[in-house]
C-alpha cells in the first residue's frame, strides 16, 4: 500500500503544484464522496497533477447524468469516477424480487450511464469494481446457487469487465482488487459508513486514489515503456563472475524459485509489449553465459532489445540504451539490487524510475506488483512484436557499416509504405500510438479509442494510417495524420505524430507527399500545419518548413497543394494500394 | 500512559489534522472553538486518533462526545 496518509494528501490540497498540468475531473457516487476527493486532488499534487474536482452531491448519479443542464455537464470533466459502494448494492439485493437477474439488471443501469455519459461528452469514465462482500445467508452454499449476494456481486464485476472491453473510453478501479490485497477490514469502517454514508476507510483512500491517479496518467500519456535491468543478484541469486555457472542460484529449487518467479514476471511483461534491456557491470561473455548454458533460465537473450555488459558505470550505459531505442528517461523503469547503484542512477538521471527493490529477493515481485507501475489505457496485437521490431532495428543499424553513403542505404533496404483510412481493425493501435508519442507529435493530440472510431467516421475530417515495412522486418503501424477540413479550400493537420523508431527514413517526407497528394485528389488547394509546443517536441519544431510548407506564423505552415514539390524519398507505396 | 501524556498525543495530533502546529487544545476545548473542526474533519480526527492509539471508537461516541476531555475518557479507558 502507498505510504502516504490521508492527512498527507489533505496537506498536499494546500499546496499548488506550479509546475503541475490541469485535469478537470468529476465525482459521481451513491455514497458520500468528499474525502475520496480530497484524496485524489492531494495524491495528484504528489504526481504534479493540479486536479480540479466537480465532487457531486450525495447518491446525485442518476439526476447529473440525466439532465443535459446539469452541473457535471458544465464541469466539461475530462474524467468521471463513477462509484457506487456494495452497500448500497445490497440493499437494493434485499429489495428485489427476482434474485438471478439482479447482477444483470444493475449492469443494464451502469451501462445507460456511460452509454450517457458517451452520448453528450469526450469525458472518459472510470468505473469502480463492487468489493466482492457475502451476507453468508446461505453460508459456503453462496457459491452453489445464482441467487446469492456473493454470486451476483462477483457476476456484476465480470459483466463490468466484459462491458469495459466493448465501450472504450471506460476504464475500471478494480476496487475489488484492493480489498482482497489488503482485506475488508482495513478497506470498509462500518462506523463510518453509518455515520457519515463513507463505506471506504479513512486508511485505504490513498491507494484508491493512487489507482485512479495511475489510470488518469496512463490515459494521459505516461506510462513506462521499458525495463532495464541488473543481473547479479537480481535477475539470480549470487554473482555469476565469482560463483561460476553452477554456482548461482536460478531454478525451481531454493533461493533461486524466488528469482525464477521473477524472471517469469518480467517475461510477461515483456509479452505484453514491455521492452527489456540489460545493464549489467560484468563481461559480456560472462554475463551472456547462463543466458546460454543454464537450463532454469525463464529468460532468454532473445527477450532482450539490448545487451549492454561491461565496466563503464551504469548511468552512462543506460544513456546508451535510450538513445538507441529512442524513449523518453521516464519510461524507463531501472531495476538493481545495489542501492549504491541505485543512487548513482537516481541522481544522474532525471525522470528515470528506480524502484527500492526489498533486499529480501522473496519480496522483489510483490513490491513492484505494489508499485503499479505498467499502468495502460491501450493494448493491441502489435506490442507482443515490440522486442523483434527493436532487433530488427539493430540489425538494421549494424548494416549501415556496408555501404558508402545513407542514401545507398536506405535504398537498399528495399522500404515499402502503405497509406490508408482508419478501420476498425486499427482503431486500438491508433489510439495507442496517439497516447504513447511524445517527441515525433505535432499537436500532441491524445485520443482514445472512442475519439478514434468518431473521427474516422466524421465527414469533417479524413484520416490516414501508414505502416511501414523493410528487408529486416515490418515496423507495423508508424504514423497516423487527422485532415480536418477547415473549409472548401484547405486542410488542417489537426493530428499527426510518429513512432521514432523510423526516423531518418525518408517516411516523413513519403508521409508529407501523400496528404499533400490526398488533397489534390479531394479538391483541396492548401493544406495548413500548425506546432504546439511541449517540453518533448523540439525536434519536430521546423518540421514543415523542411519539407516544404512557408512559415505563416511563430507555429503554423502553409503548403500550396498545386505547386507544391515532392520530397525526395526510397519509400515505395505498397503495390496493391496503388491507384 | 498518563492522561497528561495522552492529552500531549492527542494535541499533536491535532496539529497534523488541522495542518496548524500553534494549536493549544485543552480538556474543554470544543468543535466549536477550532474554526476547521467541521463533520468531515471529525472523521479524519478520529480516523488518526484510532490509528495513533490502535483501538477504535464506538459509533455513539463519535457522535456524542462533546469535547476533548471526553475523548480523553474514552482513550484512557481504552489504551489501559
Known sequence: MTELTFTKLKKNCRLDPADGRECRLAILGDCATQHLATAIRGYGVEEHIRFTVFDADYNQIDAQLMDEQSEFYASKSQFAVIFMCVEKLYHAFCETQDRAAFADTVYQKIRGYWELINAHTQTTVIQFTFAENDDRVFGNYACKTNISFLYQVRRLNLLLMEGAQEVKNVFLMDLNRIQSCFGRDTVHDEKLYYIAKMPLSTQILPEVAKQVVDIVKAVSGSIKKCVITDLDNTLWGGVIGDDGLEGIQIGELGLGHAFEEFQMWLKELQNRGIILAVCSKNNEETAKEPFLKHPEMILQLDDFSMFVANWEDKASNIRRIQETINIGMDSIVFLDDNPFEREQVRSTLPGITVPELPEDPARYVSYLKGLNLFETASWSQADRDRTKQYQAEANRTASLAQYQSYDEYLQSLGMVAEARPFDSFQFPRIAQLTQRSNQFNLRTVRCTEAEVGQMAADDRFITLYFTLRDKFGDHGLISVVILEKTDGDTLFMYNWLMSCRVLKRGMEEFIINTVIGTAKQAGYRKVVGEYLRTPKNAMVKDIYERLGFRRLGDNTFEADVDTFVQNKTYIQIRKDDAQ | ?80
Open chain 2, 1 to 80: 500512559m498518563s492522561r497528561e501524556e495522552i492529552l500531549e498525543k492527542v494535541n499533536e495530533i491535532f496539529w497534523d489534522v488541522f495542518d496548524d502546529d500553534t494549536l493549544e487544545i485543552t480538556e474543554e476545548t470544543t468543535a466549536a472553538d477550532i474554526e476547521d473542526w467541521d463533520s468531515l474533519t471529525h472523521i479524519t480526527l478520529i480516523s488518526e486518533v484510532e490509528n495513533a492509539f490502535d483501538f477504535t471508537f464506538a459509533m455513539k461516541d463519535v457522535l456524542g462526545m462533546k469535547n476533548v476531555g471526553e475523548m480523553l475518557d474514552i482513550i484512557e479507558k481504552e489504551v489501559q
